[in-house]
């Protein structure tokens, strides 16, 4: 049973910092396709950064140049860096997983089908 359980969301005031972890089990993240999604109030979901089986990473341009995604294969766990935090990064942070050997991965939801509950992040100005 695949199960993604994400760690590392807090509160934190604008232009910091928080690094987001996904531990996998059930799965050989090295084959997968895997992501970070966030969902804020009122919104639908949106990608925020995908890593392929081959270390090719995606950004939303909203992210791009604050975030850094990453993985550690060895230890089944993907990480979300996430620097100079903006109070419009507030949502809950969701992992996601697909097999895939994908040279890059999708940043559409629907893409993925195993999920995290999810983790709070909020940043306040």
């Known amino acids: 049973q695949v199960q993604l359980v994400e760690s590392g969301g807090g509160s934190v005031q604008a232009g910091g910092s928080l690094r987001l972890s996904c531990a996998a089990s059930?799965?050989?993240?090295?084959?997968?396709?895997m992501g970070w999604f966030r969902q804020a109030p009122g919104k639908e979901r949106e990608g925020v950064s995908t890593?392929?089986?081959?270390?090719?990473?995606r950004y939303a341009d909203s992210v791009a140049g604050r975030f850094t995604i990453s993985r550690d294969n060895a230890k089944n766990t993907l990480y979300l860096q996430m620097n100079s935090l903006k109070p419009e990064d507030t949502a809950i942070y969701y992992c996601a997983a697909r097999p895939s050997l994908n040279l890059r991965c999708d940043l559409n939801e629907g893409f993925y089908n195993y999920w995290g509950q999810g983790t709070q992040v909020t940043v306040s100005s």
């Open positions: 059930g799965l050989t993240s090295s084959s997968h396709c």
């Open positions: 890593i392929s089986s081959y270390g090719v990473t």
